[in-house]
């Protein structure tokens, strides 16, 4: 509504990332938007500053930043009447006053709103901060304070966008404190947020809840390989961006977005790949390309093309998943198939029979004979290292030998700093393995027989289970919280069973250190089971296993440091 006499708008990195989440060009344009300029700054910079004054000069224009910090005018413009100033977040006071006294009479509207995080699915937020994992983890960080703090206001920005004024809740860790640190800052600052409602009343308490967590909670779901279809395409396919690259039939080079604009890939994302139904898909479409009367030509399909726009973009959506689902199955035939049976085993403990796994070692010793990928092999040393909550210095070197990394360790040994016991040692404290509910009954699959500890607690916290010894409150809701009710996070999108809007309670879970598809995946799951319930979750940034080691891998360098990671056959 504000920009709606204006013809431009001018957006940072951030914002540009942001809107684009939310709406598209044609959107803008109903709403008297002709052009959209983006430039990349992501902090308050001397560029910043010196673009701002060239706005505030030269443009009539809608601003949409996630930061910025405008000069003294030099001159005045008879078009500044027209120029509006909007920010993803609250300016500091030293800020605002400045941007008062030497351009307030050239600003018409100027705005801070609460949207300083990531819509990523509906149910699922970021900070867009992959850079958080090693300023919070790093022993080399400086910044570990302030990126808290960055942390912190985004996820009040959710809060406060959700309208929500939460309780609290954090992971106690033995070896880190970074949840409860983040969980006071978080609480505190929703305290100055809510101070004064608009009524100009103290605002209360909602029933809402936000758990805190660190990633060492699980550290085998996020490098475990995942069978469903989501997780297993951002393992398995070079996907960057949510965009799927992939050749046509006739070898031309096509891409395709994978979001929630495709109704087609959120009906299959979060299905185990053997239920994606590749067959199925593949009749339809061959279906789909015949006449009344069986006639197949160049021409009718054009000019059924042509006629049915609605059709052609779901030919276009299964054509895309066709190709998605066979590069996926490819990948696992060629060698994910062979290692899923020795991580389910090591990373739940006990073969497809339930038998105990007594000798893990015994299960690692032929993916580490096989000819997989480095990566590969890496990941399933770390699971047999979890397994057994940390092994000797000793047993350690010999299995880096065998993955043939023994410049590149820090791959493995880095983990100890996110508090993951890597190396036994009776100075490293580590807390009991948690235990887990008995899902054996919902098995399905045999190869897909793990379940990411969040879903645990996200139904030990829905059912008012969570231990207050191992959740302690930061702050308690007015009531006790009881999970009911749910409303969505997402204000535009196409309606669904999951996006009516319900009366009750959200439950809000912050990952420190990076989100799995798989975490993500069980925030749908819950909320489905309970009805009642929606469940919000997010992190920092969303990780796939390659990104996460390459992160462990950086923990160890310098913030300016550059790094290759050497892919080699172990033929």
């Not at 308050?44 to 004054?53: A, G, I, P, R």
């Not at 031309?252 to 067959?279: C, G, T, Y």
């Not at 000019?303 to 590069?327: G, I």
């Not at 096989?370 to 979890?386: E, G, N």
Request: glycine letters at 4%; one cysteine or more.
């Amino acid at each position: 509504a504000d920009c709606r006499k204006s013809e431009i708008l001018i957006l940072d990195a951030f914002t540009t990332k942001l809107l684009s989440s939310c709406c598209k060009m044609s959107d803008l344009m109903s709403e008297k938007i002709t052009s959209r300029l983006c430039f990349c700054f992501t902090s308050y910079t001397q560029h910043n500053q010196s673009l701002c004054l060239f706005l505030l000069k030269e443009i009539p224009c809608f601003v949409f930043f996630s930061c910025g910090e405008p000069r003294q005018k030099q001159r005045a413009s008879s078009r500044n009447e027209r120029y509006l100033f909007h920010v993803t977040n609250y300016l500091p006071d030293d800020l605002f006053n400045n941007m008062k006294m030497y351009c307030g009479k050239y600003i018409r509207v100027c705005k801070e709103l609460n949207m300083s995080f990531m819509p990523q699915e509906a149910q699922v937020f970021t900070c867009d901060n992959p850079g958080a994992f090693w300023s919070i983890y790093s022993p080399k960080s400086q910044d570990k304070k302030k990126t808290l703090e960055k942390l912190a206001d985004q996820l009040v920005s959710v809060c406060a966008t959700l309208d929500e004024y939460p309780g609290v809740r954090y992971k106690k860790d033995s070896n880190l404190d970074n949840a409860k640190t983040l969980a006071e800052l978080v609480d505190n600052k929703l305290a100055r947020y809510y101070e004064l409602d608009d009524s100009g009343k103290k605002k209360e308490k909602t029933q809402a809840q936000v758990l805190i967590l660190e990633r060492d909670f699980d550290p085998i779901s996020p490098i475990l390989h995942e069978l469903t279809y989501q997780a297993m395409a951002y393992d398995l396919v070079d996907i960057q961006n949510d965009t799927y690259n992939y050749k046509s039939k006739d070898g031309a080079e096509k891409q395709a977005l994978l979001n929630e604009d495709d109704m087609l890939w959120v009906k299959l994302r979060h299905r185990h790949i053997a239920e994606v139904e590749i067959p199925k898909l593949v009749k339809e479409i061959s279906a789909s390309k015949k006449q009344p009367d069986g006639k197949i030509t160049i021409s009718n399909l054009a000019q059924m093309m042509k006629k049915m726009p609605s059709f052609r973009r779901q030919l276009t959506e299964k054509t895309v998943h066709l190709q998605l689902a066979e590069d996926c199955m490819q990948c696992y035939s060629n060698n994910v198939e062979k290692l899923c049976k020795a991580e389910q085993d090591l990373a739940v403990g006990s073969d497809v029979e339930g038998v105990k796994v007594k000798d893990p070692m015994r299960t690692l010793l032929p993916v580490l004979l096989h000819q997989y990928s480095t990566y590969d092999k890496i990941r399933a040393v770390l699971l047999y290292i979890f397994s057994v909550s940390g092994t000797t210095d000793e047993n350690l070197s010999k299995l880096i030998q065998h993955v043939k990394i023994e410049d590149e360790r820090d791959f493995i040994l880095n983990w100890k700093e996110l508090g993951v016991p890597i190396i036994t040692s009776p100075t490293f404290f580590f807390s009991r393995k948690t235990v887990r509910r008995d899902r054996s009954q919902e098995e399905k699959y045999n190869l897909s027989r793990w379940t990411p500890v969040i879903k645990d607690v996200i139904e030990d916290a829905v059912e008012n289970k969570l231990d207050i010894k191992e959740w302690p409150h930061q702050s308690e809701s007015p009531a006790v919280w009881n999970g009911s009710g749910a409303v969505s996070a997402r204000q535009k999108h196409k309606a669904s069973a999951q996006d009516e809007r319900r009366s009750g309670s959200r439950l809000i879970i912050f990952i420190l250190g990076g989100i799995s598809f798989s975490e993500m995946r069980c925030a749908y799951e819950v909320t489905q089971s309970v009805k009642s319930c929606e469940v919000i979750i997010g992190s920092s940034h969303i990780l796939t296993p390659k990104s996460l080691l390459d992160n462990i891998k950086a923990l160890s360098k310098g913030p300016m440091e550059n790094f290759t990671i050497d892919e080699r056959s172990n033929a």
